[in-house]
């Protein structure tokens, strides 16, 4: 069983930034992939980021905006996001992708008003 705890989200204006963290803990299997993806109020969830061995992903509404990145002897992942709008206002999961399946966290909400 592996344990995945968002935290980071919070109240941002327009323009700002916010860096969420991922942290992964209960079990030494190897995480093959990290993503990020966010749900908003009446909207299906989306991918946001992720990361593997193949390197970053990003999907088109964050691009060259939000950045994924991973501390692998942590077992930990990040999303750097500038330039927030609020049309990225949602509740952001992060997923561990390991052979035994996926793992999810609760969630942490990122709000961005005017």
Excluded at 3 to 25: I, K, M
Excluded at 49 to 57: I, K, L, S
Excluded at 61 to 73: A, E, L, P, Y
Aim: with cysteine.
């Amino acid at each position: 069983q592996v344990q995945v705890v968002e935290s980071g989200g919070g109240l941002v204006q327009p323009g700002g930034s916010l860096r969420l963290s991922c942290a992964t803990s209960g079990s030494t299997v190897r995480i093959n992939a990290m993503g990020w993806y966010r749900q908003a109020p009446g909207k299906q969830r989306e991918v946001v980021a992720t990361m593997g061995d193949g390197g970053p992903n990003y999907g088109d509404s964050v691009k060259g905006r939000f950045t994924i990145s991973r501390d692998n002897t942590q077992n930990t992942g990040y999303l750097q996001m500038n330039s927030l709008q609020p049309e990225d206002t949602a509740v952001y999961y992060c997923a561990a992708f390991t052979a035994w399946g996926t793992y999810w966290g609760q969630g942490t909400q990122v709000t961005v008003f005017a």
